[in-house]
């Protein structure tokens, strides 16, 4: 029997797996399994991938739908991960649980996101001999591999499936392993997307089409942004949006937001002149796409204002991305190149002479800033970047791209425009770093 084993915990993602399912990318399998999980921080309370508006449209595509969740319950999917002596004994049980046969003859293929971190390493490590194809369902396979990956599961993967969200830009992720990047067609993706659609809640039937749509992302949840700096980030998208002349406004909040986010915005709306809609029901950004058509879509780094310029046309525009660019910790933070697409590509929503139709650079011009700052993140995954990356900033280091590099960064690893020109030898100076970790051990000493 040859099984293949889908892994998803995002409706974006399960459209992406069932857009690379039409456009033939999988070849024929016996049967052809969607593993789901929730990893919310309480799936109890949030809505599972499965009984999201717009699931039912997807199923088809698969024989069987199983719950990760309920399979290892009462462990959290982000959390757990199987002991080493244990991981043989949970390969047997989930093949007798699933129906995958249990033959030499019986081979799995795994789909899976995110391989780097639980619970898709999980999923990895609980079939060791299964080869492994990684799709990528945002702009985060832009950027490097978020850890050091285990060979034993990054030599398994065959290829990386991912959207053109930015065209002409290939993806780092996993290049370390020579694993090669291959793009679903957009038109699939699309598709799939207008078939979504077709379920939205009644609240999204109800709000005004060609309105601006705000998107609403959930930052302090990630210590990025504290609730109130959050809270004023999405006042500052509908003072924007009103300053372009937009009287109807469309609120997507995260789904596990806080309500009162959403009070404050209707409080400033009636102070503006602004009729607001908060959509009350998760649902897919790209699904408001299709029924809404929006003028203007607006938001902080999602990627969905990828997908609604690339795939779309529609005119979108970024806000708070100078403020994330700076509290994106640590540097090597995998957000740290989605932040850095979208503040490169798109237009300032204060901006008004930049306009939402304002020209953007094209990917192969990025391709350098990238690159630059994922051997930043990640030097030791990738040091054969560090010429190249060199190269980069001796000669593009400028006002406009020094807000992606961190000074700090740059001299920890001894990289152009650390310090002054006439001090550039000083990162390299043996002598003198021996001094300066001397005078450290020296203070601690002393302060201790």
């Known amino acids: 029997m040859r099984t293949q084993l889908f892994f998803a915990s995002t409706l974006y993602g399960a459209a992406t797996l069932a857009a690379a399912v039409d456009a033939d990318h999988f070849g024929p399998a016996d049967q052809r399994l969607l593993l789901v999980s929730n990893n919310a921080a309480n799936p109890e309370t949030s809505a599972a991938l499965d009984t999201m508006p717009g699931f039912e449209r997807l199923r088809s595509r698969f024989d069987r739908v199983l719950s990760w969740n309920e399979t290892i319950r009462p462990f959290h999917p982000g959390g757990w991960s199987p002991r080493g002596d244990d991981a043989p004994l949970w390969e047997r049980y989930l093949r007798m649980l699933w129906g995958l046969g249990d033959g030499p003859e019986d081979e799995v293929t795994l789909v899976l996101e995110s391989i780097q971190v639980e619970p898709a390493l999980a999923v990895a490590r609980l079939f060791p001999d299964a080869p492994i194809e990684v799709y990528a369902d945002g702009l985060m396979s832009y950027g490097p591999t978020r850890n050091k ?46 078939e979504v659609a077709q379920d939205v809640p009644p609240s999204v039937t109800a709000a005004p089409r060609g309105a601006a749509l705000l998107l609403g992302q959930y930052l302090s949840a990630l210590e990025i942004l504290s609730p109130e700096e959050e809270e004023q980030l999405h006042l500052r998208m509908l003072r924007g949006a009103a300053a372009r002349g937009h009287r109807e406004v469309v609120f997507k909040p995260h789904p596990v937001a806080p309500v009162r986010w959403s009070r404050a915005l209707e409080k400033e709306a009636g102070e503006l002149g602004v009729t607001l809609t ?155 770093r021996r001094v300066a970790r001397r005078a450290r051990a020296l203070k601690r000493a002393a302060l201790g």
């Open 149 to 194: 990956l285990d060979p034993l599961v990054g030599t398994r993967a065959r290829r990386l499936l991912h959207l053109d969200l930015v065209p002409g830009l290939t993806p780092l992720l996993l290049s370390e392993f020579g694993v090669r990047p291959e793009v679903v067609p957009t038109e699939a993706f699309r598709a799939v997307l207008a």
């Open 278 to 432: 908060v959509l009350d029901s998760p649902v897919l950004a790209e699904a408001l796409y299709e029924r809404l058509r929006p003028a203007l879509v607006v938001g902080c780094f999602s990627t969905a204002l990828l997908t609604a310029s690339a795939f779309y046309g529609l005119p979108v525009a970024r806000t708070g991305t100078e403020l994330l660019l700076e509290r994106v910790a640590p540097y090597q933070n995998s957000n740290r190149v989605p932040v850095t697409l979208v503040d490169a590509l798109l237009p300032d929503l204060d901006d008004e002479a930049a306009g939402a139709d304002a020209a953007v650079p094209s990917g192969r011009e990025l391709t350098g800033l990238v690159r630059a700052v994922g051997f930043c993140m990640q030097p030791q995954i990738y040091p054969e970047l560090r010429p190249e990356v060199e190269r980069y900033l001796a000669s593009h280091l400028s006002p406009a791209t020094r807000r992606y590099f961190k000074r700090r960064r740059l001299t920890a690893l001894a990289l152009p425009g650390a310090v002054p020109r006439q001090f550039a030898f000083v990162p390299r100076n043996r002598t003198v």
